[in-house]
């Protein structure tokens, strides 16, 4: 029984490392890891810009 149990668990474990399929839950984690960064990526890309344009605009005065 011990070697059968021991070569049934190795074959397992041979397809778990060498499947290489994208399972459904594996998308589940990826979209809710994206959803967020697709979400906050405008509102964090409109503060930059906000912050930076007025710091150009002064920068082009104190040039003048």
Known sequence: MSEWWKSKKEVLRR???DDGRFYIVDFMIELLIYIPELLFLPIRLIILL????????IHI????
Request: proline share 7%.
């Open 61 to 64: 005065f104190d040039l003048v």
């Open 15 to 17: 397809k778990k490392r």
């Open 50 to 57: 906000g912050r930076a344009i007025p710091k150009v605009i």
